[in-house]
Structures are given as C-alpha cells and as structure tokens.
C-alpha cells in the first residue's frame, strides 16, 4: 500500500463548478498537508498547505485535513478554465534530527472547460 | 524570485551512455531533491541532499547517484542508461531543517533509445 493515495481522474467540470479534490493516508505520523499545482510541461508549484487538522481557506481555495480520519481535501469554488492542472497532494513529518521528505500522491489532473 | 534550473528541457540519449543531469538553485536552500514523474505513477523520489556532500536514498535510487559538491548544485548520474529510466526529472530544493516550500525546477525530458 502506497503511504499516500489519490484518484488520479481525470476530472472534467464546467467553469463555475465546485471541484472537490482528495487524498487518503496511512502513515498517522504525518503533520503537514500541501497541495501542488502542476501545469502542463511546467514543475509543480505549492498551492497551498496546513498543519495538522482543520481548514485553511485562500480565495477560491480551500484544503481541509481530518487526521481522524487520515483524509484530506482541497475545494475549488468558481473553477476557471485557468484551473486545469495537475493537482497532487503531499505530506511531510519530522524525523526529529534529520530532515524528511515529502511523500505525494500520484496527482489528478482537472480540465476546467468554458 | 526564487529560481531552480535544469541544464535541459529535452534530452536524447542512447542505451549504455552515461548522463548527467544538472540542478541549480539561487536561494541558498540547504536541501536538493531529484524526483522523477511518469503516468500513472506520480512523483517519485530518487535521492536527496540536506548539505553539500551529504545524500540520502530516496524511493527509487537504483540505477542512479547524485554528487553535491557545492551547495546550489545537485547532480543526478544515470550511470549507464537503460530504456526503463526515460522519464520527466524533476528537481527541487527547500530551506532549513524541518518542512519548508519545495521549489521545483521545469524539469527535463529524457528519452534513452
């Protein structure tokens, strides 16, 4: 089983739809939660990350982290066509004297059409 | 701006061959990663580095090596290409000894024939 798990879509919404995106964990160790975007032939680019549990809300972005449950999530309200990319999830903890390593999900690539 | 390079957005090389990929960082970050990217299979971490001459294995590292000998450089070695290791590398680099930001460069595509 992969430390961390993500539909890898594709995802094909109109523009203005809500988009809801999410990952699932095994590791309980994990305390920061990022998402990436990665747009077509470009390197992936943080779009947002929360440690540990609740919400975190940016514009049209939210990410939400239930380490109960080992799941998180990231919404996009009002999705634009400027949205489709490839989404992945990552999740980082401390190794105490050395420093850790992400570990992603294998991405879900959203198309936003107009 | 923070800024990661490749030295190659494409690259072609032929079984056997031995092939260098270059990594440049200009943000003083202690910490480099290779990754590499394929379909279906996500984002995978080959090695990594938390200070010049220093490396630790990542998911993957069989068939490469690394060299870090300054800080803002980060090497990856396939030291004799095969077919299985055409792929999209990705390198990345981040500050400091806990989680920060990772920066990721634009990555190269290589094709061994």
């Known amino acids: 089983q992969k430390e961390v798990e993500q539909d890898p879509g594709p995802l094909s919404v109109p523009e203005g739809a809500i988009v809801s995106l999410n990952c699932t964990y095994s590791?309980?160790?994990?305390?920061?939660f990022m998402w990436y975007r990665q747009y077509s032939r470009k390197g992936p680019e943080l779009l947002m990350y929360t440690y540990s549990s609740g919400n975190k809300e940016d514009g049209r972005f939210t990410a939400q982290v239930d380490k109960s449950s080992k799941y998180i999530s990231l919404f996009i309200r009002d999705s634009q066509p400027s949205d489709s990319a490839t989404y992945l999830c990552a999740m980082y903890f401390d190794r105490g004297s050395t420093l850790g390593r992400l570990y992603f999900g294998r991405g879900t690539q959203l198309t936003v059409w107009p | 701006d923070v800024k990661v390079t490749q030295s190659s957005r494409y690259l072609v090389k032929r079984t056997g061959e031995k092939v260098f990929l270059e990594c440049v960082q200009d943000?003083?970050?202690?910490?480099m990663f290779w990754y590499r990217q394929d379909p279906g299979l996500g984002l995978r971490l080959i090695y990594f580095s938390y200070d010049v001459k220093m490396k630790e294995k990542g998911d993957i590292p069989e068939g490469y090596s690394v060299s870090r000998e300054k800080k803002e450089r980060f090497s990856l070695i396939l030291e004799s290409a095969s077919t299985n290791q055409t792929s999209m590398y990705l390198c990345?680099?981040?500050?400091?000894?806990?989680?920060?930001?990772?920066?990721f460069g634009p990555g190269t595509r290589l094709t061994v024939l």
């Open positions: 590791n309980s160790a994990f305390q920061y």
């Open positions: 990345a680099s981040s500050r400091g000894e806990t989680y920060n930001e990772q920066f």
């Open positions: 943000m003083d970050h202690e910490n």
